[in-house]
């Protein structure tokens, strides 16, 4: 059963204070994806990674980064949390083989920054 | 500048009818669309593709249709059930194994 997790579902977060979101997945999948998804916005794509140490933005990464160290896991940093940064944040995988772009979803990390 | 849209923020729909939601697209490059469902405070999960070689692809109750002259895609969920009721997400790509460009969604309610 594939299965990409999230290190959190709740997170309560004060302005300013660096906050670190992990997401792991044993799928053996070389792509991976950040999203945060607000009520009538959909899913917008942070940053992404094709590959271990590549990253790639996305169409709002301003106030993130992440990292690649490992294939399975993908790490979103806010750098200073601020309070338009609460939302839901979501990861999610695939893999490259033709055909197969299916993207796998963890359960989401609902972040509050007070 | 939306690539994908799904122009209906909401539909309802009585259990055992079809429920039809719609997408259009404008990038004529994408060859792959991919519908999600969504419950709240859950990770999307994948429910159907599409490629753009194909008209219509079939999968029990879900069945997705391609229109490519038109810039379309429907999915249709038949019969609808109420365990239905979620956010359902268009997704379209360029290239397999690239990143995906999502509509905003369209929130549909089977109601008993």
């Known amino acids: 059963d594939v299965k990409v997790t999230q290190s959190s579902r709740y997170l309560v977060k004060r302005t300013g204070e660096k906050v670190f979101l992990e997401c792991v997945q044993d799928?053996?999948?070389?792509?991976m994806f950040w999203y945060r998804q607000d009520p009538g916005l959909g899913l917008r794509l942070i940053y992404f990674?094709?590959?271990?140490?590549?990253?790639e933005k996305g169409d709002i990464p301003e106030g993130y980064s992440v990292s690649r160290e490992k294939k399975e896991r993908f790490s979103l940093i806010l750098e200073s949390a601020s309070t338009n940064q609460t939302s839901m944040y979501l990861c999610a995988s695939s893999s490259r083989g033709e055909g197969y772009n299916e993207q796998f979803f963890g359960p989401g990390t609902r972040l509050t920054v007070l | 500048d939306q690539q994908v849209k799904q122009n209906s923020p909401s539909l309802s729909v009585q259990e055992g009818r079809i429920s039809i939601l719609n997408c259009d697209y404008t990038n004529s490059m994408f060859d792959y669309f991919l519908w999600y469902k969504k419950y709240p405070a859950e990770g999307p999960t994948f429910l159907i593709s599409i490629s753009s070689i194909k008209d219509k692809n079939e999968d029990g109750r879900f069945t997705v249709f391609l229109n490519k002259s038109a810039k379309h895609l429907s999915l249709h969920i038949v019969p609808s059930q109420p365990g239905d009721s979620a956010v359902y997400f268009c997704?379209?790509?360029?290239?397999?194994?690239?990143?995906?460009?999502w509509g905003l969604g369209t929130s549909l309610a089977v109601n008993p």
């Open positions: 990674s094709y590959d271990v140490k590549m990253k």
């Open positions: 799928m053996d999948h070389e792509n």
């Open positions: 997704a379209a790509s360029v290239g397999s194994g690239r990143k995906l460009i």
